[in-house]
DNA sequence: ACAAAATTAGAACAATTGTTCTAATTTTGT
DNA sequence: ACAAAATTAGAACAATTGTTCTAATTTTGT
């Protein structure tokens, strides 16, 4: 690992463990032994880290769908591996869930590349479900425009539960799965045959 | 309004507008044409102000459930008053919503007033859907884990929808309201009869 | 009317920030 | 082996921050 992924690997522990509005890249530089002028040596603006690691979470979430296409699942499985990836994602990524408006405002191209991301699933969740609807394991008789609103309704929860749970004052690494898998199997309980 | 109150609004509108990371006390004295002294004056740390804010926002949702009460609604005419009634807190108080994490890390009495809120946010919304279920309006074969876990789901969608929002571009007040409104039926629909 | 208290503006402070600059050291390609 | 390029540490900079201090002005209670 090059001094340039250790900043990466580096910035994304501490914005982790202490959010976005405290941290400086001083900071970032004096934990992993370095100067903060070599930081910025590699990283001129601190935008230039977080994009980064943005470009990361992108790539880590295109790898764990790809994943997905080739094992060929009964829906109840997809399910399943759809929970345990994005969670290990969303954990792994959690300062950017949590600080998502803010980041999106601070650099666009992230808020730009995000929106692409989401129409891009969006599309491969309504095939995804027609698909299981014909095999009889999805509900054949829902209105297109309720089955966009639920695409939505999952993404919000997949996106924010993570907020929701660190607010709720959620500590514990492995009540943080059970209650992801408990929160996203009832949003899907009313479709599933 | 004497000063204490206008700063107050001041700080609401300008965290609203520019979001906490980049804004200063300076800049909402400047807004409101006073000096940064004397806003210190009336508020010694910057926390306090965004402590204010936060209990306003607690009696603002104190008085909209209060007036749910009084009405004795039809569970529909109940959903639409919720949906527009707690659209109305989410934009007015946007930027609690979207730096919430950052929020109660920074303000710990937040965080515990919040978790007070969402407990009896809870009961409140059980004994109102067995309400409901009596009379035929919700769905009576419900498991109560599926149901917690529904409420979850709705406080989720409630509290982030906002930040979701935000991130995918929206932009225009009656889209947006639209578009909660969207969300929040799609939630309900399975469950209701 | 007037003393005491509250409010205000603006200067001042000490700390911190992201970033740049300089000079030294290390690595690389030949 | 050695010149050029890449990497590094640390000092330096200019801007900004939340907050405090001081002295003036305004408001309040009697």
Chains 1, 2 share one sequence.
Not at 74 to 87: A, D, K, M, P
Not at 90 to 114: D, T
Not at 152 to 165: A, G, T
Not at 173 to 189: K, N, P
Request: with cysteine; glycine share 6%.
């Amino acid at each position: 690992m090059n001094t340039k992924e250790k900043i990466v690997a580096a910035a994304l522990d501490v914005y982790n463990r202490e959010g976005i509005r405290t941290v400086t890249t001083r900071q970032i530089a004096r934990e992993m032994g370095i100067s903060a002028g070599n930081l910025h040596y590699h990283f001129k603006h601190t935008e230039d880290i977080i994009f980064t690691i943005f470009g990361q979470l992108q790539r880590d979430y295109d790898e764990m769908v790809a994943l997905f296409d080739k094992k060929d699942l009964v829906l109840r499985e997809l399910l399943q591996e759809f929970i345990n990836g994005s969670y290990r994602l969303i954990n792994k990524y959690r300062f950017i869930f949590v600080n998502f408006v803010e980041v999106c405002a601070w650099i666009p191209a992230i808020g730009e590349s995000y929106r692409d991301l989401v129409m891009r699933r969006e599309e491969q969740f309504v095939s995804l479900f027609r698909y299981y609807a014909e095999l009889g394991m999805f509900r054949q008789d829902i209105p297109i425009a309720i089955l966009k609103g639920f695409i939505r309704q999952i993404f919000i929860i997949s996106d924010f539960w993570y907020s929701s749970f660190a607010v709720l004052g959620g500590r514990c690494q492995s009540d943080a799965l059970e209650d992801y898998r408990q929160t996203i199997e009832v949003a899907f309980y009313p479709y599933l045959t």
